[in-house]
């Protein structure tokens, strides 16, 4: 079962203790703890066979001063072993709680640190819902799982030890009986989990076809197609519902068969002991105190077989998690960084080549010196490089060969902060925040207030928009910015790039189409916010482009034509073709 390939469970226990020591803080004490609680359990059987076997059966009168005080020690273990047992699973689950919310902000701050080139957007959103979940699987077993288990073990090992010493002829019967009851409960274990998985398989199902049919219920309308749907989904509820109904039939006949042979092994131990106890030396008193042991014997397999399901995943969660925190961060704050100049601040890309993990070059040997004030457009089909080129401007993604410079600079030995202070990239679907336009703003220059942010928009000529907002400033964006429409989105994200003041921006076009009232309005903000600085504007837009002074073409991941918009459409070149594609798309449209 165990990957011969992957970390062993110890030497993942062992790390996770180092990674947060929160899991082990007073351990040994809980474990201390659970097994006085387990071990005292043993102490009513044994008084029991002492009070029939000297008391009861014994030749002389029952004192009864002494059965009193043998019942009352009875009562004060069962007592103190219930009170160890709280403590010791309380004690467990706050240290388990706070190791792994340790584990967890452990986890998401590397999650967050290791670039955009370890891990692609759509990656590190499953990758954050996975160690969610992994870290949840681990706590239920922390929780539930795991205390049971070392409860569980102790007093299986416990009431075996006590058998022996009564009787190890009868011990073997036993020891027989548990063998035979834990193979069934595996085996019934494998055929329930079979039947969960099933469940599970009809749960994604129905979730996947209601959810198709909410968020695409407008295109059901639009082409009347509810009766369809609602066919489906009824079909794949039914579906759902007939699976977990199987399930939970088949667990309580399963369960209850378990109790039966539980049951029945408790009633041919007396039979056994009975017909056998004289020639074994068993007295009387050791038979009833058989019984309690069997019981105290059986009682936790179930458990202790289900808890290992839950063992193996908490483990398998343990060790993915692992992983992640031994993926090195390729992007870092160098140490004895430099800090920029206050000015002349260029891009020079020296023979840059780049390759997306896995994948194949997407940027070619490129080449291309931006200096200082300059404002530069880079133009190209989709797909030709230019959000990467961007990326790799402003140290998101880290050339495969080659050297990235700014401001006379190499990028990578520039210190964070004067990087985030100097450089400011507006990316192709700017990404707003739920909260209000204010404070989406203000995560360009922290401390900004909603006048300062109200100023922002007056700045870029956009008072007549924001004050259309029903808010203003204070107007809330909805869940990713659900509530505006792409143009506003990127009006907001424009406005943020302008509140961080920055030397050298870099600003990827929004591809979606905006309605032309917008398009001005974006087209001059952008305009107030690349004045006077170095730019670089991806343009998705033909009046982008006309209104830089250089003009990047690019094609298949190369510089294939660069120099002033006149210049490029007297080359007649790819740029020219572009051109005219644009203008026959304003015109037609
Ligand atoms: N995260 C990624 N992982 C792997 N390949 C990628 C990734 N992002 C982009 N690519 C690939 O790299 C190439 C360049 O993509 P890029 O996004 O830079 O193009 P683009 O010029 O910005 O296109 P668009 O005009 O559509 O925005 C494409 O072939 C694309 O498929
Ligand atoms: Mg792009």
Redesign the pocket.
């Known amino acids: 079962m165990a990957d011969r390939t992957t970390m062993r469970t110890s030497t993942a226990l062992r790390r996770s203790f180092g990674v947060a020591p929160e899991l082990r803080r007073g351990l040994v004490a809980t474990l201390v703890l659970a097994v006085i609680g387990t071990g005292l359990q043993i102490v009513v059987p044994v008084v029991l066979q002492q009070v029939i076997d000297s008391e009861i059966l014994g030749s002389a009168a029952v004192d009864t001063a002494s059965v009193t005080r043998r019942g009352l020690i009875a009562l004060g273990a069962v007592v103190i072993a219930m009170g160890a047992r709280y403590l010791s699973l309380r004690r467990l689950v706050v240290s388990s709680a706070s190791g792994l919310a340790q584990l967890r902000v452990i986890t998401f701050r590397h999650l967050h640190r290791l670039s955009l080139l370890d891990l692609?957007?759509e990656r590190r959103g499953a990758l954050v819902a996975r160690v969610t979940s992994d870290i949840e699987t681990m706590q239920q077993f922390m929780e539930w799982g795991g205390m049971g288990m070392i409860l569980g073990f102790s007093q299986v090992l416990l009431a075996a030890v006590v058998m022996l010493f009564y009787s190890w002829q009868l011990s073997l019967v036993v020891l027989a009986g548990v063998v035979i009851y834990t193979l069934l409960i595996v085996y019934f274990q494998r055929v329930l989990g079979r039947a969960h998985d099933r469940v599970r398989e009809r749960v994604s199902d129905s979730l996947a076809v209601t959810g198709e049919a909410i968020s695409g219920l407008q295109t059901v309308r639009a082409y009347g197609m509810e009766d369809v749907v609602k066919g489906r989904v009824d079909e794949t509820l039914d579906r759902q519902f007939s699976a977990e109904v199987r399930t939970a039939i088949l667990a309580s006949s399963l369960f209850s068969s378990a109790e039966l042979f539980a049951g029945a092994l408790t009633a041919v131990v007396i039979g056994v002991g009975v017909v056998f106890g004289a020639d074994w030396g068993l007295s009387a008193g050791a038979l009833v105190a058989f019984l309690f042991l069997v019981n105290l014997l059986v009682d936790p397999i179930q458990r202790l077989v289900e808890t290992l399901d839950q063992a193996q995943s908490a483990g398998a969660g343990l060790r993915k998690i692992l992983a992640i925190l031994d993926t090195e961060v390729l992007i870092k704050d160098p140490v004895g960084g430099v800090e920029l100049p206050e000015h002349g601040i260029g891009v020079r890309f020296d023979r840059v080549t780049f390759a997306?993990p896995g994948?194949p070059d997407?940027l070619h040997d490129v080449s291309v010196d931006v200096l200082p004030g300059q404002r530069v457009a880079v133009v190209?089909?989709?797909?030709?490089?230019?959000?990467?080129?961007a990326k790799l401007a402003t140290r998101l993604l880290v050339p495969s060969s080659g050297v990235v410079e700014i401001g006379g600079v190499q990028i990578d030995q520039v210190r964070f902060g004067s990087l985030r202070s100097t450089v400011a990239f507006v990316p192709?679907e700017g990404f707003l925040f739920d909260g209000t336009i204010a404070e989406n703003v203000a995560y360009g220059r922290p401390g900004v207030t909603d006048a300062d942010a109200r100023r922002a928009f007056d700045d870029l000529g956009l008072a007549v928009w924001i004050d259309s907002m029903p808010d203003g400033v204070r107007t809330n964006v909805g869940e990713r910015g659900s509530n505006l429409s792409a143009g506003e989105r990127q009006l907001v994200a424009i406005t943020r790039a302008w509140i961080a003041d920055p030397r050298l921006l870099v600003l990827d076009e929004a591809?979606s189409a905006v309605d032309p009232a917008l398009e001005v309005q974006i087209r001059r903000a952008i305009e107030y916010l690349t004045e006077g600085r170095t730019s670089v504007t991806?343009a998705?837009r033909l009046a982008t482009a006309e209104a830089s002074e250089r003009v990047l073409v690019?094609d298949e991941?190369a510089i294939v034509e660069d120099g002033s918009h006149a210049a490029l459409l007297a080359l007649d070149g790819v740029y020219a073709s572009l051109h005219r594609d644009w203008e026959g798309a304003v015109t037609s449209g």
């Open positions: 692609q957007s997306y994948g997407v190209g089909e989709t797909g030709s490089g230019k959000t990467t080129f192709q591809t991806i998705h690019f991941g």
